[in-house]
């Protein structure tokens, strides 16, 4: 963890990942650049890291795959918790959602003649209805950044249109999510530009770990 | 009436003369010596001002050809952002809503104006002509209806930006598209609330929408200037 950078959101840095594949390594660094600049940091990291490394569709959507085992296993886990009626019900039909999305991208890295990744082993800092409402927030933010920044990247028009009607979908939890916080759904007119290179740095204590 | 079944007799309702325009170059340029059927005349000075641009693009030999499309895609865009924009303006000024409603409102509304913002400069960059900001005209009953039909307007605009997605050539107005989608995506899971429906009306995958049918569905929201 960088010693001279104060954490935007700290609850992202709590979340660990499990697991050796480059989807896991990449997701686990997004993670790391919205821990220190916040969710909007993660767009550039993603388009630069899918950038410099040639990533093909099938990386990407295995990225994607890995990201959405991550929110399935984090509402899973949840469900577990103590949670009142509205926020239990919007858990369960996040949790549906994240599951879809996860049987369709294990679906379309299969048909890009890939290998599906080996679902990661995850670990998430909840304890209660406030403490999952938090990280929440900030998984649903990252994800739509984590999208919006792998986007540019695909070279199939057909994979682009399932990533964007994926997209959608995670801006809505996190609007939704963001409600029942009281925060405001919406609360930039775009994700918020970062020089990639400061990403990086940021994210480069996180990856030694 | 709620804003699915309008957006389902929308998409069912025969194209009309308008919606011919997006697809082909000659009934576009039939339609604008026609111009002058109701709302559908203002709507027209934007797609000429797509229509011009892709021109002035296929001409210029060290312009490549895709250009035009992609302009034509972010005047599309600015064309709906202008509608969304004052569509806010109209219902802040309205009186109809107060507190924490209205405070919402207005942040929606300030998206919408920093959109149309992006995509003016966008459209520049690109080398276009901004689409012109539409007269517009919208029925502001009671706070409910109204908030029914921001619903509509967002969940519209999200389907817009998805339906157009796979069709942009430049990475560069992807990225700025997708940021602007996924930020009309939360506007309409927030009206949604608001209204009572689901956040996600379509399930775990959004569904798009195609030109033809966004430009029906705002038709009746632009006047004749």
Not at chain 2, 6 to 20: C, F, M, T, V
């Amino acid at each position: 963890m960088p010693t001279n950078e104060k954490l935007l959101t700290p609850e992202l840095a709590g979340v660990e990942v499990h697991g050796v594949t480059r989807s896991s390594f990449l997701v686990r660094s997004a993670l790391a650049a919205g821990a220190v600049y916040g969710a909007g940091a993660v767009s550039p990291f993603v388009r630069s890291a899918f950038a410099a490394s040639g990533g093909t569709d099938a990386e990407i959507v295995n990225f994607a795959l890995t990201l959405e085992y991550l929110e399935a296993a984090f509402y899973t886990e949840a469900a577990k918790l103590k949670l009142s009626g509205k926020v239990r019900d919007l858990a369960k039909l996040l949790r549906d959602d994240e599951t879809q999305h996860v049987d369709a991208l294990t679906a379309t890295v299969k048909k890009l003649g890939g290998t599906p990744v080996a679902k990661p082993k995850f670990t998430f800092p909840i304890k209660d209805e406030k403490s999952f409402l938090k990280l929440a927030q900030v998984l649903e933010d990252t994800g739509v950044s984590a999208y919006n920044g792998a986007g540019p990247s695909i070279t199939s028009k057909d994979v682009l249109a399932a990533a964007g009607s994926i997209v959608q979908i995670e801006a809505r939890h996190a609007a939704a999510i963001r409600l029942m916080n009281g925060e405001p759904p919406a609360p930039v007119a775009f994700d918020a530009p970062l020089p990639a290179a400061k990403v990086k740095a940021a994210v480069k204590p996180f990856i030694m770990a | 009436m709620t804003d699915q079944d309008q957006h389902d007799s929308n998409q069912d309702r025969p194209a009309g003369a308008l919606a011919e325009l997006t697809r082909d170059e000659s009934s576009r340029r039939r339609f604008l010596g026609l111009a002058g059927a109701g709302g559908a005349a203002a709507l027209s000075t934007f797609i000429a001002a797509c229509g011009s641009d892709s021109k002035k693009q296929e001409t210029t030999a060290t312009a490549p050809a895709q250009r035009g499309g992609d302009i034509d895609i972010v005047n599309y865009a600015l064309t709906l952002e202008y509608v969304e924009a004052a569509f806010y303006t109209k219902v802040v000024a309205s009186g109809l809503f107060k507190g924490a409603q209205l405070d919402a409102i207005k942040r929606i509304g300030e998206n919408e104006k920093e959109h149309v913002a992006a995509l003016t400069a966008t459209a520049k960059k690109l080398g276009g002509t901004p689409a012109p900001k539409p007269k517009t005209k919208f029925p502001l009953g009671s706070p409910s209806a109204v908030l029914k039909l921001a619903a509509t307007v967002e969940n519209l605009g999200a389907a817009a930006y998805l339906g157009q997605a796979a069709a942009i050539q430049s990475k560069e107005v992807l990225a700025a598209a997708l940021s602007i989608h996924s930020v009309e995506g939360r506007h309409a899971a927030a009206l949604n609330t608001l209204v009572g429906k689901s956040i996600t009306p379509d399930g775990a995958f959004a569904k798009p929408a195609s030109m033809k049918q966004v430009l029906a569905a705002v038709q009746p929201f632009i006047v004749n200037s």
